[in-house]
């Protein structure tokens, strides 16, 4: 991750397909967004994926997940 960008983690989820749908949520909202597989040695089916956003953004990016009934 870039130093000159703090990042946030917002939410973790075990499902890469959900994943990917906030992602493409928030950047349709304008965030700046990405998502980050947890573990190396684990296939993507059975993976946990954060959720990150920059950290100026975080409190608006989970709002905006609240309201689309995204969390899980």
Do not use: C, D
Not at 11 to 31: D, P, W
């Amino acid at each position: 991750m870039s130093q000159s960008a703090p990042w946030k983690v917002i939410h973790m989820t075990r499902s890469e397909a959900h994943a990917n749908r906030i992602l493409e949520v928030l950047k349709s909202e304008g965030f700046m967004a990405r998502t980050h597989q947890v573990y190396r040695a684990v296939s993507s089916e059975e993976n946990y994926y954060e959720i990150i956003v920059l950290a100026s953004e975080a409190r608006e990016a989970q709002q905006i997940l609240i309201e689309r009934s995204l969390l899980l």
